[in-house]
């Protein structure tokens, strides 16, 4: 439920664009779709947090993030998640390429 007192006055929500699948924006996506991603289960490639804030700047997409423990890290690690109440990715969502999950 929205609170403002004039919703229709509210800039309307944007579809987050679909990056190319073999790149490695595409994997990291379909990754985060499937399930929460994290450094340290992500053996494509060391730079998942530059993904991820591609993702965020260049294709419009939410994506939350939370520190988690992992056993065998010094110290808590980042895990990443697709924000899927956010009405940019349902848009985005219901309009998916057949290459995503």
């Not at 899927?84 to 999950?101: F, S, T, Y």
Request: glycine residues 6%.
């Amino acid at each position: 439920m929205n609170n403002e007192l004039f919703p229709e006055s509210l800039p309307l929500p944007v579809a987050a664009r679909w990056p190319k699948p073999h790149t490695r924006w595409g994997q990291a996506l379909s990754a985060l779709l499937i399930e929460p991603q994290n450094q340290g289960d992500w053996y494509l490639t060391w730079r998942l947090a530059a993904h991820v804030c591609d993702l965020i700047r260049l294709f419009g997409w939410k994506i939350g993030k939370r520190d988690i423990y992992k056993a065998g890290c010094r110290t808590d690690v980042t895990e990443y998640f697709v924000d899927h109440l956010d009405e940019g990715n349902i848009m985005a969502l219901n309009h998916r390429p057949a290459w995503v999950p």
